[in-house]
T-cell receptor
Framework: GAGVSQSPSNKVTEKGKDVELRCDPISGHTALYWYRQSLGQGLEFLIYFQGNSAPDKSGLPSDRFSAERTGGSVSTLTIQRTQQEDSAVYLC?????????????FGPGTRLTVT | GQSLEQPSEVTAVEGAIVQINCTYQTSGFYGLSWYQQHDGGAPTFLSYNALDGLEETGRFSSFLSRSDSYGYLLLQELQMKDSASYFCAPSMDSSYKLIFGSGTRLLVRP
């Protein structure tokens, strides 16, 4: 079946502009995660959604970052007033909350460049 | 605070066995995952340990010692396609949100 998809694959924006990144998880997966990865580094957790529960926003680096998940499926990560340090690959992952729920399936990511 | 330690780089010969060690310090612990990431690609799941001991999945095995806050990934019969970065990633609770370090870059030589 289809995997996790993300759009756009690449985004170049000017400092100060807002951007929206989209994630379509695997159908039936109730858990959704956002991470970001700076060049040559590991992934940094940003936010976690599980079903209809309140999201875990503990990883969001500043109040310029927000995310929502509509209808328990598609998620949008919004970065307001982008800064150069926001440049990174933003990765979305989903998992099924039964059985091997520890296994996260990652999308291809959105490479964000802030100029 | 939280910390993870893995070797930054490992080089091995095709057909050999390599072990990538991981020590972690987290405020809580639920389990330890391992992910592989090829350059320019997305991380893919390899293995998960919730309990002490060895988990085997084909050529890959993963070990966990909760009392030592230590784990390792063992790759056998190395192939060129195994050249990639490998991340150990503990999770602190049942959300399974992962903590990643900088990973270990494995280079497999002919």
């Amino acid at each position: 079946g289809a995997g996790v998809s993300q759009s756009p694959s690449n985004k170049v924006t000017e400092k100060g502009k807002d951007v929206e990144l989209r994630c379509d998880p695997i159908s039936g997966h109730t858990a959704l995660y956002w991470y970001r990865q700076s060049l040559g580094q590991g992934l940094e957790f940003l936010i976690y959604f599980q079903g209809n529960s309140a999201p875990d926003k503990s990883g969001l680096p500043s109040d310029r970052f927000s995310a929502e998940r509509t209808g328990g499926s598609v998620s949008t990560l919004t970065i307001q007033r982008t800064q150069q340090e926001d440049s990174a690959v933003y990765l979305c992952a989903s998992s099924y909350r039964q059985g091997s729920s520890y296994e996260q399936y990652f999308g291809p990511g959105t490479r964000l460049t802030v100029t | 605070g939280q910390s993870l330690e893995q070797p930054s780089e490992v080089t091995a010969v095709e057909g050999a066995i390599v072990q990538i060690n991981c020590t972690y310090q987290t405020s809580g612990f639920y389990g330890l995952s391992w992910y592989q990431q090829h350059d320019g690609g997305a991380p893919t799941f390899l293995s998960y340990n919730a309990l002490d001991g060895l988990e085997e999945t084909g050529r890959f095995s993963s070990f966990l010692s909760r009392s030592d806050s230590y784990g390792y990934l063992l790759l056998q019969e190395l192939q060129m396609k195994d050249s990639a970065s490998y991340f150990c990633a503990p999770s602190m609770d049942s959300s399974y949100k992962l903590i990643f370090g900088s990973g270990t870059r494995l280079l497999v030589r002919p």
